[in-house]
């Protein structure tokens, strides 16, 4: 695998957060999962990167709006998540490298009082980092996404 493809643009700094993505507080907690192990968290942070970067990179998000939790999937059809990415798309962004490389952890994984599963960190890539924040809830027998931060700078 090649190096990590972003473009060289003035300082790219797009953090895409949705933070209104994290509508927990208006969801009855469903089945709590266990804590995963730091392998299936990193699965889960690897998966969902990697399905974001080939959204952003086909201006479609109809295959990453599947593979998300249902509360997330009802409040942002695919053609929202298009206009929230909007900036990665424009910009061409391209971090599929991503799985090649270990997970840095800058907090330890936790599940909050709202069972939404917590996981931040960053991949040590060249010539940008790429940093995320990421909720998972309990959805259809697994941890799904609910909220996500993505920064490359």
């Given at each position: 695998m090649g190096p990590l493809m972003i473009p060289c643009w003035p300082r790219f700094r797009s953090i895409v957060t949705a933070a209104?993505?994290?509508?927990?507080?208006?969801?009855?907690?469903?089945?709590?999962?266990?804590?995963?192990?730091?392998?299936?968290?990193?699965?889960?942070?690897?998966?969902?990167?990697?399905?974001?970067?080939?959204?952003?990179?086909?201006?479609?998000?109809?295959?990453?709006?599947?593979?998300?939790?249902?509360?997330?999937?009802?409040?942002?059809?695919?053609?929202?998540?298009?206009?929230?990415?909007?900036?990665?798309?424009?910009?061409?962004?391209?971090?599929?490298?991503?799985?090649?490389?270990?997970?840095?952890?800058?907090?330890?994984?936790?599940?909050?009082?709202?069972?939404?599963?917590?996981?931040?960190?960053?991949?040590?890539?060249?010539?940008?980092?790429?940093?995320?924040?990421?909720?998972?809830?309990?959805?259809?027998?697994?941890?799904?996404?609910?909220?996500?931060?993505?920064?490359?700078?």
């Amino acid at each position: 695998m090649g190096p990590l493809m972003i473009p060289c643009w003035p300082r790219f700094r797009s953090i895409v957060t949705a933070a209104c993505l994290l509508l927990i507080c208006a969801i009855r907690p469903a089945a709590a999962l266990d804590m995963p192990s730091p392998f299936v968290q990193e699965v889960l942070i690897k998966s969902i990167l990697v399905s974001l970067n080939d959204a952003v990179a086909a201006n479609n998000f109809t295959v990453f709006h599947a593979k998300i939790s249902k509360p997330f999937r009802d409040q942002f059809p695919p053609d929202k998540l298009q206009t929230i990415f909007k900036d990665l798309v424009d910009k061409h962004a391209v971090f599929d490298a991503v799985v090649a490389k270990p997970i840095v952890l800058d907090e330890d994984a936790r599940i909050d009082d709202k069972g939404v599963l917590r996981l931040k960190g960053h991949f040590d890539t060249t010539p940008k980092q790429v940093k995320y924040q990421l909720g998972f809830i309990p959805s259809d027998g697994a941890w799904k996404l609910s909220g996500i931060s993505i920064d490359i700078e």
